[in-house]
């Protein structure tokens, strides 16, 4: 194979072990969907900077479709690069009667 250019997407550049990676998966698994473990840490690291932000506030609705894609996914607990994606607001701990106790309340009462 010769290529005439260095392969890239955006800033990304792809080097001669990336085409060779590519190359390898195509032959070993042919019709398969091919993602090299650069392509893969790059569109990961693309979803994270379009993720919802610490700190960005959210509609009810909003938070429902959040809920409603994550109950989708195979992993909901961390995003691809292994930050958490949830946070713990009480303690279901079955020693005490922290969910008995729990005040949860609407957005719009908060």
Not at 102 to 107: H, I, M, N, S
């Amino acid at each position: 194979i010769k290529l005439k250019t260095t392969p890239y997407s955006k800033s990304t550049e792809f080097g001669e072990q990336d085409v060779m990676e590519m190359i390898s998966m195509l032959h070993d698994q042919p019709g398969v969907m091919c993602r090299p473990s650069k392509v893969r840490a790059m569109f990961a690291s693309r979803a994270c900077r379009k993720s919802i932000m610490i700190g960005k506030a959210l509609t009810h609705e909003g938070m429902k479709k959040v809920l409603k894609n994550m109950s989708g996914m195979d992993n909901p607990w961390s995003c691809p690069h292994g930050r958490p994606t949830m946070r713990h607001l009480c303690s279901l701990d079955s020693s005490s009667n922290n969910i008995k106790n729990a005040v949860f309340a609407a957005p719009d009462d908060l």
